[in-house]
């Protein structure tokens, strides 16, 4: 009787739509079914409802279950409505179900049940991205490409070498989305509103059958806190901004004509017939945009919130629900794209040493031939404004010859031999020398592969 008067009090006027969060709740339908069947469990076994009772209650979620979220009746949120849909199919003994718990802490126990999975799936998808970026850089341990700083040809490097760099950024991604899921792994059933219950509940029973890891011990800490919210969107956001990169990256390769992506992940225009164009991998560029906005988001919404529960919680989750499959979903997309592309091998090698990337490489045989390396570097420099992609071998060497003596009034042969300079001209041999820890040569490649 008295909770009809309190519900019928609330249950109307122009703001009721605004208020629910119903419609949204569908994405917590499961969590609340499974968190009502584990308090009711604990709820029995600590003698605080019989177990005639939570057996009917256990038999009216099943059913609430069957019927679907569409089939809920009116109510302020998921929460209150399983409650009367229960009530509905119990009778009043119906209403023992919400004993010692508040929405508060049902509520972000739910978000914590739905958000793990998540968080898993998008930590799921790193590793199969992370399993096609070995897999192609080990295809390609050998395979000479430019390396670019500032979009420039900078020195050349493999392909090998370049896929291990996002192997590495995807793994402490992945590291990051598991941080999150430990932290988001915890239970904070039983907190009750904030202040505890005067019942004699067992919190780590309900922890346990719901598969959480311990407790998130403060009942007012329970009830108010939603950092994980923030640390999973920042990991998805994070993540998001490593694959932006890499999407980047793949658009401009192909656009150079340096890889051909599969059919599958591409896309054509509806007019020009000749298109082909890199439409997953923008996609996954522009995935980037919403998840930093979801991740400033989250924040903003968190910034200042008093303790303990205020309403303004009510809009913080569903959108980071929604991040993780976006972002899940576009880290599977880029893993497709990465496993599928064709790397142009020639004319990757043909490009590699343009730009007199391999300057580097001379200053650096000059260093070991004994010269300081500022003096080789000025060499190098000045060499270089008059060297050409066209230039030979041994027309590069005769230029840098030229201007080591204008500098240093010494041959290079003082220094180095005239081979060992055309070697260091050659963009393969280039990288070969380059063979320090997690450097470029195969040989450091096939070293980290291994790892
Ligand atoms: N649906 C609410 C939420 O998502 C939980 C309800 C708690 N409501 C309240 N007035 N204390 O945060």
Same mark, same amino acid.
């Given at each position: 009787?008295?909770?009809?008067?309190?519900?019928?009090?609330?249950?109307?006027?122009?703001?009721?739509?605004?208020?629910?969060?119903?419609?949204?709740?569908?994405?917590?339908?499961?969590?609340?079914?499974?968190?009502?069947?584990?308090?009711? @469990?604990?709820?029995? &076994?600590?003698?605080?409802?019989?177990?005639?009772?939570?057996?009917?209650?256990? #038999?009216?979620?099943?059913?609430?279950?069957?019927?679907?979220?569409?089939?809920? $009746?009116?109510?302020?949120?998921?929460? !209150?409505?399983?409650?009367?849909?229960?009530?509905?199919? @119990?009778?009043?003994?119906?209403?023992?179900?919400?004993?010692?718990?508040?929405?508060?802490?049902?509520?972000?126990?739910?978000?914590?049940?739905?958000?793990?999975?998540?968080?898993?799936?998008?930590?799921?998808?790193?590793?199969?991205?992370?399993?096609?970026?070995?897999?192609?850089?080990?295809?390609?341990? &050998?395979?000479?490409?430019?390396?670019?700083?500032?979009?420039? $040809? %900078?020195?050349?490097?493999?392909?090998? /070498?370049?896929?291990?760099?996002?192997?590495?950024?995807?793994?402490?991604?992945?590291?990051?989305?598991?941080?999150?899921?430990?932290?988001?792994?915890?239970? $904070?059933?039983?907190?009750? #509103?904030?202040?505890?219950? =005067?019942?004699?509940?067992?919190?780590?029973?309900?922890?346990?059958?719901?598969?959480?890891?311990?407790?998130? /011990?403060?009942?007012?800490?329970?009830?108010?806190?939603?950092?994980?919210?923030?640390?999973? #969107?920042?990991?998805? %956001?994070?993540?998001?901004?490593?694959?932006?990169?890499?999407?980047?990256?793949?658009?401009?390769?192909?656009?150079?004509?340096?890889?051909?992506?599969?059919?599958?992940?591409?896309?054509?225009?509806?007019?020009? =017939?000749?298109?082909?164009? =890199?439409?997953?991998?923008?996609?996954?560029?522009?995935?980037?945009?919403?998840?930093?906005? &979801? #991740?400033?988001?989250?924040?903003?919404?968190?910034?200042?919130?008093?303790?303990?529960?205020?309403?303004?919680?009510?809009?913080?989750?569903?959108?980071?629900?929604?991040?993780?499959?976006? @972002?899940?979903?576009?880290?599977?997309?880029?893993?497709?794209?990465?496993?599928?592309?064709?790397?142009?091998?020639?004319?990757?090698?043909?490009?590699?040493?343009?730009?007199?990337?391999?300057?580097?490489?001379?200053?650096?045989?000059?260093?070991?031939?004994?010269? $300081?390396?500022?003096?080789? /570097?000025?060499?190098?420099?000045?060499?270089?404004?008059?060297?050409?992609?066209?230039?030979?071998?041994?027309?590069?060497?005769?230029?840098?010859? &030229? %201007?080591?003596?204008?500098?240093?009034?010494?041959?290079?042969?003082?220094?180095?031999?005239?081979?060992?300079? !055309?070697?260091?001209?050659?963009?393969?041999?280039?990288?070969?020398?380059?063979?320090?820890?997690?450097? =470029?040569?195969?040989?450091?490649?096939?070293?980290?592969?291994?790892?």
């Amino acid at each position: 009787g008295g909770t009809a008067v309190r519900r019928d009090r609330f249950s109307g006027g122009p703001a009721r739509a605004f208020l629910s969060s119903l419609a949204a709740d569908e994405a917590i339908f499961a969590a609340d079914l499974a968190v009502d069947r584990a308090h009711v @469990v604990m709820l029995a &076994e600590q003698g605080i409802v019989d177990d005639a009772v939570a057996g009917e209650v256990l #038999a009216a979620l099943d059913d609430v279950e069957a019927a679907g979220h569409g089939a809920l $009746p009116d109510g302020e949120d998921v929460h !209150e409505a399983i409650e009367t849909a229960v009530i509905d199919r @119990v009778g009043p003994d119906g209403g023992r179900m919400h004993t010692a718990r508040s929405r508060n802490d049902e509520v972000a126990t739910c978000i914590r049940y739905r958000l793990r999975e998540d968080l898993l799936a998008v930590a799921e998808a790193t590793l199969t991205l992370r399993e096609a970026l070995l897999d192609v850089a080990s295809e390609h341990a &050998e395979t000479v490409m430019p390396g670019y700083t500032h979009l420039q $040809p %900078a020195q050349p490097t493999t392909v090998g /070498h370049y896929l291990l760099s996002y192997a590495g950024g995807v793994g402490r991604d992945t590291e990051r989305l598991l941080g999150a899921y430990d932290r988001t792994n915890r239970s $904070p059933l039983g907190g009750a #509103a904030f202040a505890g219950t =005067p019942f004699d509940v067992d919190r780590e029973r309900t922890a346990d059958l719901l598969g959480f890891d311990g407790l998130v /011990h403060n009942s007012m800490d329970a009830a108010s806190a939603r950092d994980f919210l923030a640390e999973a #969107a920042t990991a998805c %956001a994070t993540l998001s901004t490593t694959l932006s990169g890499l999407a980047e990256d793949l658009i401009l390769f192909s656009n150079k004509g340096f890889l051909e992506l599969s059919d599958d992940y591409s896309s054509t225009s509806s007019i020009m =017939p000749q298109k082909k164009n =890199p439409d997953t991998l923008e996609l996954t560029r522009g995935v980037a945009g919403d998840a930093i906005g &979801e #991740a400033t988001g989250t924040l903003s919404l968190l910034k200042g919130l008093p303790r303990a529960y205020n309403r303004d919680l009510q809009r913080a989750h569903a959108s980071v629900f929604e991040i993780a499959d976006d @972002v899940r979903e576009a880290t599977e997309v880029a893993a497709g794209a990465v496993a599928t592309a064709d790397w142009a091998v020639e004319d990757l090698a043909a490009a590699a040493g343009d730009g007199f990337s391999t300057a580097t490489g001379v200053a650096d045989l000059l260093a070991t031939g004994g010269m $300081p390396f500022r003096t080789a /570097h000025e060499i190098v420099a000045a060499a270089a404004e008059g060297i050409d992609d066209a230039d030979d071998p041994a027309t590069a060497a005769a230029k840098v010859d &030229e %201007a080591a003596r204008e500098i240093t009034g010494e041959p290079l042969s003082a220094y180095v031999s005239r081979e060992e300079v !055309e070697a260091a001209l050659d963009p393969t041999e280039s990288v070969a020398s380059r063979d320090s820890t997690g450097g =470029p040569a195969p040989d450091a490649v096939a070293e980290a592969l291994a790892a």
